[in-house]
């Protein structure tokens, strides 16, 4: 067929152009703005070039923000990616049961982030909550508060239980996605239960398993509402995550210009991860050829 | 290696099947023979899959034993059987390279390397892929992964039996008619007991010595290909295995003669009044036009190459005549002569045996 060629067709992706300009282009721009200047407000502003860049690498503060958000995305992963396959696994395949699990595996998906935050808060209180208490009953020295394993245990405990749902779901549903004729196949091949793992479920629930383990990245990568809402980002520093470190900057000490240019750095290392990802993923689909 | 009987096997996938429609697999006592090639026929959902996966151990049946020779093995799993299937469609594991997904089954069990590179070498040579070896298994085009799992259905020599669940569906023609081939060269060498689940007649009756046909869940016919075609033993061996299929009518017997709306017709054996709803059976090769027998008229004629097909009505009920090439097919007032000792006699749908027939005493 003859292709048509007429300028005017690029008016169609105007609408677009617009709204992606609006949400996305024109804030980050006034992020770049704050980056590379300096201001004492009555919108009077000087050039800083790269000066607040400088700072924020030269800075200890965000290098320690930064490896305590890596501890945490990597400890966060290691413990929910196998512990949902692991669930996903063990999920009926038939029956009644699977929409009584569904459900029920749903409902930490379904709470809002700051809920979240405050149930663990009050959960996890030595006077009055109800795993506080009962740690403390039985005799365990436990006080998210003060002490700095336990607030990091306990913001642990809250992700795994917030996100490994996720995790499963996804993970079940590459598994219900395999036909049973690989099952019986194995079993004719006297196939072991780790061999059928190993050479079909895993290859088969690799796809989704990748985009659990993006979202799940991305996610706890960006954390900011639960920590902030149970420790405050503390005791100490302890719990002082990228964002919330962040917004510290930003919101507390007003500091404009090296919070902007934090900001741009934070966003360029979700971009790279994240394209990271996405390159595997692609790669992944393209050797499964269909 | 030995022969497979079924003992009052049945089987229903619901937990408490009350009529009879419940029964996937109706009640069967059969004896499948050591070392014989059996092609398992039938319309999609006949029960031929699930008395399939019966005999493979995938599922166990609602009712009745399996025998391997002289042993039970109704509750023995899959892997203690000792048998290979091939699914319908391919199953490759992905991960692993053509090599090991052919040396596979042999590994599981145990044998020696030596013996698996022998077993993987000769199964490559036979369904031609030698020169693939070492390439993972994704990504290969669907038919080459099918002959990967027939390779891995072949590559252990002592199985009990060779099951297969219409494995050349997703292949292209050319090759189908070499891997049946194959399949068949491979029979004869070694006399597995082979069991071909199929839904084409013609990949039934070329691959196999004897053919089950299946129909509703019951088998209804375990004859040779002649035997299916001379004497269908059900009116749906009639018309599923034949192209086009048996004609039936709607008959009154009695005797020697059949009345058909009030015209006779002459049959090759003596019956006493068959009960129930009697139809009379003859293939279309046995139909011949002429000025003598039921009248007819000519609908329209095929031309299918070595003969043609007359699509014929009589009296509103369609009738098919197998004519030779060059037969000049006659004008007005045409007659359909059904050759007497080709006519068989159904009884609400099964065959009737008529009480002295000089061929059949035989």
Redesign the interface.
């Known amino acids: 067929m003859e292709k048509t060629i007429n300028q005017k067709a690029w008016f169609l992706v105007l609408p677009v152009l617009v709204l992606v300009a609006f949400s996305a282009v024109i804030p980050l721009m006034t992020v770049v703005n704050y980056s590379v200047q300096d201001t004492f407000g009555q919108n009077q502003f000087f050039w800083a070039g790269l000066d607040w860049f400088r700072q924020v690498l030269e800075d200890e503060r965000m290098w320690n923000a930064l490896q305590r958000q890596v501890i945490f995305s990597g400890v966060i992963l290691a413990i929910e990616v196998p512990l949902g396959v692991l669930i996903a696994l063990n999920m009926p395949k038939r029956g009644v049961m699977v929409s009584v699990c569904l459900v029920l595996m749903s409902l930490p998906l379904l709470i809002p982030w700051n809920v979240v935050g405050t149930i663990w808060q009050i959960f996890g209180r030595v006077d009055i909550g109800l795993l506080g208490r009962t740690l403390d009953v039985l005799g365990v020295d436990y006080n998210y508060t003060q002490d700095t394993i336990d607030a990091w245990v306990t913001l642990i405990v809250m992700d795994v239980w917030h996100w490994t749902s996720l995790v499963a779901l996804l993970a079940y549903a590459g598994l219900k996605s395999i ?1 049973d ?2 099952y ?2 194995a ?6 239960r780790w ?1 059928v793992f ?3 479920e ?3 629930m690799m796809g989704v398993l990748m985009i659990a383990i993006l979202l799940r990245f991305m996610d706890s990568f960006m954390i900011y509402t639960e920590p902030f809402v149970v420790t405050g980002g503390g005791p100490g520093n302890a719990t002082t995550f990228l964002s919330i470190d962040l917004v510290k900057m930003a919101l507390g000490q007003f500091d404009l210009g090296p919070a902007a240019a934090f900001s741009i750095m934070y966003f360029l290392v979700i971009l790279a991860v994240s394209w990271v990802f996405y390159t595997v993923m692609t790669n992944l689909d393209k ?3 269909k | 290696m030995a022969k497979i009987t079924l003992d009052n096997l049945a089987h229903s996938y619901l937990p408490a099947p009350a009529g009879e429609e419940d029964w996937a697999l109706k009640e069967l006592n059969h004896v499948w023979g050591d070392g014989e090639a059996y092609a398992l026929l039938g319309a999609s959902g006949c029960g031929k899959s699930t008395l399939l996966n019966i005999i493979s151990g995938l599922l166990h049946p609602s009712q009745g034993r399996i025998l391997f020779g002289d042993e039970d093995v109704t509750d023995q799993p899959t892997a203690a059987r000792n048998i290979a299937q091939v699914f319908q469609f391919p199953v490759v594991y992905d991960t692993m390279t053509v090599r090991e997904n052919l040396a596979f089954p042999l590994k599981n069990r145990g044998a020696e390397a030596g013996y698996i590179a022998t077993r993987v070498q000769a199964i490559a040579q036979m369904i031609g892929m030698e020169d693939t070896l070492d390439r993972k298994a994704r990504g290969l085009t669907a038919d080459a992964k099918q002959k990967i799992s027939l390779g891995r259905g072949m590559v252990r020599e002592d199985v009990n039996a060779l099951l297969f669940d219409e494995p050349l569906t997703v292949i292209d023609p050319h090759m189908k008619w070499e891997l049946r081939t194959q399949l068949k060269a491979l029979h004869h060498e070694f006399g597995h007991t082979m069991i071909y689940v199929t839904h084409d007649q013609t990949e039934a009756l070329t691959f196999a010595d004897k053919v089950v046909v299946m129909h509703d869940g019951r088998v209804v016919q375990v004859g040779t290909p002649e035997e299916l075609f001379e004497r269908p033993a059900h009116t749906f061996v009639g018309y599923f295995i034949g192209s086009p299929g048996m004609n039936l009518l709607d008959a009154e017997v009695a005797g020697k003669v059949a009345h058909v709306a009030g015209h006779e017709v002459p049959l090759g054996g003596t019956y006493d009044a068959p009960g129930g709803r009697v139809q009379i059976g003859v293939r279309p090769e046995f139909v011949s036009l002429g000025d003598a027998g039921l009248p007819v008229t000519v609908t329209r004629i095929e031309d299918v190459g070595r003969h043609r097909i007359a699509r014929l009505d009589f009296e509103g009920t369609a009738l098919n005549a197998v004519l030779p090439e060059d037969a000049a097919v006659p004008g007005d007032n045409l007659r359909a002569r059904l050759a007497p000792e080709a006519v068989s006699v159904y009884s609400d749908d099964w065959r009737v045996t008529p009480q002295s027939r000089s061929e059949e005493a035989a």
């Not at chain 1, 079993?187 to 072991?192: E, H, L, N």
């Open positions: 036909p004729a690989y019986q196949a079993r004719i091949d006297q196939a072991s061999a190993r050479h079909i895993l290859p088969k050797q499964g050829g």
